[in-house]
């Protein structure tokens, strides 16, 4: 996969990019990240990105010039052919379309990926309307640019590039996995993932940490009684913690059977 990072702030990217998986991918080839600097795009002695708003209003716009120039200069395939080349121009901003696990499954499958991060007061729509094909945002609050929204996605995509985690299928055993393999015909197996849900808690050695223990269960070998435990905390969870997600979740006859057991 190649990812593109368009920002006024480049150098924010040396720690982002240079730990953990993402560092692991770029070494191994999976994944090309490269940072444009907006600003080489800007074409005044002073470098100009932004301008103020036409209307009035507080703070400053990034102007579509340097963005347009920068992602044309990219050489990426017109919004009509991005599906067909498998690409996608990602526009970061707060009043996006909210980034979840599904979307970052949709991003992992594209060949390129390119994300602008806004700043200031916002980008001139136009980016939004004409060049950019996906608006995100990475959660209902407002950060002070797309730089952090960016580092988000780019770690969680990455991940999911096929070779890029040990052990690939743990990226399928993890909270809001849509994917599911049957458990005897009987749903999602919560040894394998969330179903959409939470995922259930974890615990390792030592089984007794300062008088607290680890569900004995877990240590049974019962590999039945593992399964129903699991998913049992892990719609407990998700109901305390994200009750929104058990609503709109496909549960089977056993979760419900589960979820009255609590």
Same mark, same amino acid.
């Given at each position: ?48 990105? !932004? ?25 990426? #395939? ?53 060049? #950019? !094909? ?15 929204? #960016? ?112």
């Amino acid at each position: 996969m190649k990812i593109d990072i368009v920002t006024i702030f480049p150098e924010f990217f040396c720690g982002p990019l240079d730990h953990g998986i993402t560092r692991r991918a770029r070494e191994a080839g999976l994944a090309t990240i490269e940072v444009h600097d907006l600003r080489a795009f800007a074409r005044d002695r002073h470098k100009t990105v !932004d301008d103020r708003p036409f209307g009035g209003g507080e703070g400053m716009v990034l102007k579509p010039e340097p963005i347009f120039e920068c992602i044309e200069g990219l050489k990426v #395939a017109s919004r009509e052919g991005r599906n067909e080349s498998r690409e996608s121009v990602v526009l970061l901003s707060a009043q996006g379309k909210r980034f979840d696990q599904s979307v970052a499954n949709e991003l992992a499958a594209l060949e390129r990926i390119v994300l602008i991060c806004g700043r200031y007061e916002g980008i001139d729509e136009r980016v939004g309307q004409y060049l #950019a !094909d996906r608006e995100l945002s990475i959660g209902d609050y407002v950060l002070s640019g797309g730089e952090l929204g #960016a580092a988000v996605i780019v770690d969680c995509v990455t991940r999911l590039i096929p070779g890029a985690v040990g052990n690939q299928a743990s990226t399928q055993q993890e909270s809001f996995t849509t994917s599911s393999r049957a458990h005897n015909g009987e749903g999602p197996s919560s040894t394998c993932t969330s179903g959409g849900l939470l995922d259930y808690p974890h615990y390792t050695r030592p089984a007794d940490f300062r008088g607290m223990e680890v569900p004995e269960v877990l240590a049974s070998g019962n590999h039945e009684e593992i399964r129903r435990w699991r998913r049992r905390s892990a719609l407990e969870k998700t109901l305390r913690n994200r009750p929104d997600l058990l609503e709109r979740a496909e549960l089977s006859d056993e979760d419900r059977e589960l979820l009255g057991e609590r």
